[in-house]
């Protein structure tokens, strides 16, 4: 089976002074959360979309989706962790418990604040994940990379054509991913920025689902503005 795991954990301090978390501010007509779910309830292929969002707000955000996705039955609202990767456990044990998890069992994980994620990204993600291998949605390095040790002078300006730039979803077998979580050390989970560098870390191939530049996630003033523009202003 296949699962749709919406992480809804942020809390929008980049966004400035707003009341809520980003995901629950509007583009157009509706909330963040609500565009980004849409786009996975639609996809005949997933069993469930479970949204992962702070305790404080899992009674919000069900009465959001249950007011705007009313007919929506396979749309469940759980506590996330206190951070990424103990997030996805939460949705794991959570399919564990209700449903049971096979070596099949695949978890199509995706940021609540990327609304524009399209049907070819996430059924390319659910095709790759059924052969086994962990995916990661990215786009190239468009800019020039600068790497340095102390954010003052410049050690080292890497080739860009070898590096990309990471989005979500990223998807792969939820049994894999909890085993080589559970493995790591203390140490080694405070490395880790997303789910594929778990699969990195352990030495497991990632393959790559080609993104959009318009795949963006809403972090800053900024982006809300230009999502307003992606939207049309009117959905």
Known sequence: MVYGVILA?????????????????????KPIIVHTVEKFVINDQLQKVIVLCPAKWVSYTKDLLKKYLPERSDVEVIEGGSVRNETIMNAIRYIEKTDGLDDDTIVITHDAVRPFVTHRIIEENIELAKTGVATDTVIPSTDTLVESDDGKVAANIPNRARFYQGQTPQSFRAKKFAELYESMSKEEKATLTDAAKVFVAKGEEVRLVPGETFNIKVTYPYDLQLAETLLGGNK
């Not at 954990?9 to 007509?29: A, C, E, T, W, Y």
């Open 9 to 29: 954990g942020g809390i929008g301090s980049r966004m400035g002074n707003v009341d809520r978390p980003k995901q629950f501010l509007h583009i157009g007509k």
